[in-house]
Antibody, heavy 119, light 109 residues
Framework: EVQLVESGGGFVQPGGSLRLSCAAS????????MNWVRQAPGKGLEWVASINYDGSQKYYADSVKGRFTLSRDNAKNSVFLQMNSLRVEDTALYYCAKQGLASGDYDHWGQGALVTVSS | QAVVTQEPSLTVSPGGTVTLTCGSSTGTVTSSHYPCWFQQKPGQAPRNQIF???KKHSWTPARFSGSLLGGKAALTLSGAQPEDEADYYC?????????FGGGTKLTVL
């Protein structure tokens, strides 16, 4: 059974940093792209970033480019989202999602990690 | 980045048919945008029902179908059930970057 478990969320002041982790199990982690999607309270889904199977290609939403960095450790079956220069508008539930057979095919999701940015 | 547009809300009668659409600010949506459709119910993570325009997962009910229609991606629900009431989001791919639409709140009433 595929499982994705996010951790590292919490409360941080504007300008601060957090590092989210997503631990994966139940599939060959090194064979799949991984993604982060966020959802602000009461709002819609926003794609944040994607990383391909070996970490050689990374893509970011304009809203986080230059502030967030995505990485993965295939030996530890984990993907990480380093978030710097956090803003109030980054407050959201951050989901880790596994990509399946095609681009955008997020076939499995974690339950999310809550990030709150507030003074 | 591109803006992806969806109907904010739609209502369908039980047993009825409804089509949700997904447009792109860059122009016609094609299969190269790999349109996907996600269903999200309150308090739950999203669930991918349609990917790559019209492909279904093993868990996707047969009443859901995806297509390209009038320059947009479309999700058609034929024979709506009460459990289909949810928010639906489309996702389009733009050469690596991806963009969600604003979501459609579907009411089955």
């Amino acid at each position: 059974e595929v499982q994705l478990v996010e951790s590292g969320g919490g409360f941080v002041q504007p300008g601060g940093s957090l590092r989210l982790s997503c631990a994966a199990s139940g599939f060959t982690f090194s064979g799949f792209s991984m993604n982060w999607v966020r959802q602000a309270p009461g709002k819609g889904l926003e794609w944040v970033a994607s990383i391909n199977y070996d970490g050689s290609q990374k893509y970011y939403a304009d809203s986080v480019k230059g502030r967030f960095t995505l990485s993965r450790d295939n030996a530890k079956n984990s993907v990480f989202l380093q978030m710097n220069s956090l803003r109030v508008e980054d407050t959201a539930l951050y989901y880790c999602a596994k990509q399946g057979l095609a681009s955008g095919d997020y076939d499995h999701w974690g339950q999310g990690a809550l990030v709150t940015v507030s003074s | 980045q591109a803006v992806v547009t969806q109907e904010p809300s739609l209502t369908v009668s039980p047993g009825g048919t409804v089509t949700l659409t997904c447009g792109s600010s860059t122009g016609t949506v094609t299969s190269s945008h790999y349109p996907c459709w996600f269903q999200q119910k309150p308090g739950q993570a999203p669930r991918n029902q349609i990917f790559n325009t019209n492909k279904k997962h093993s868990w996707t009910p047969a009443r859901f179908s995806g297509s390209l229609l009038g320059g947009k991606a479309a999700l058609t629900l034929s024979g709506a059930q009460p459990e289909d009431e949810a928010d639906y989001y489309c996702l389009l791919s733009y050469s690596g970057a991806q963009v969600f639409g604003g979501g459609t709140k579907l009411t089955v009433l």
